[in-house]
Nanobody
Framework: QVQLVESGGGLVQAGGSLRLSCVAS????????MAWYRQAIGKQRELVAT???????NYADSVKGRFTISRDNAKKTVYLQMNSLKPEDTAVYYC???????WGQGTQVTVSS
């Protein structure tokens, strides 16, 4: 059974940082391209960042230069380092293996102004 378990969310002031983690189990992690999505209240879920099996990364324009996605294959973990956080980054953040429709339960990130 595939599981993606996120952690690291919380409440932070604008300008602060958080690091999200997503631990995968039940799948071949090294062959998985992974992604982080987010969904704010009243808005559609949006793609934040992706990382390929060769660690090629892509970012939404809104987070470029502030967020960094990375992976540790030995730990079956994907990370999202979020710096210079803004109130508009407030959302539930989801880890995903989008090609197979696997999703985590989400972790709340709240940025206060």
């Amino acid at each position: 059974q595939v599981q993606l378990v996120e952690s690291g969310g919380g409440l932070v002031q604008a300008g602060g940082s958080l690091r999200l983690s997503c631990v995968a189990s039940g799948m071949f992690f090294t062959s998985a391209s992974m992604a982080w999505y987010r969904q704010a209240i009243g808005k559609q879920r949006e793609l934040v960042a992706t990382i390929s099996t060769s660690s090629t990364t892509n970012y939404a324009d809104s987070v470029k230069g502030r967020f960094t996605i990375s992976r540790d294959n030995a730990k079956k973990t994907v990370y999202l380092q979020m710096n210079s956080l803004k109130p508009e980054d407030t959302a539930v953040y989801y880890c995903s293996r989008p090609s197979l429709g696997y999703w985590g339960q989400g972790t709340q990130v709240t940025v206060s102004s």
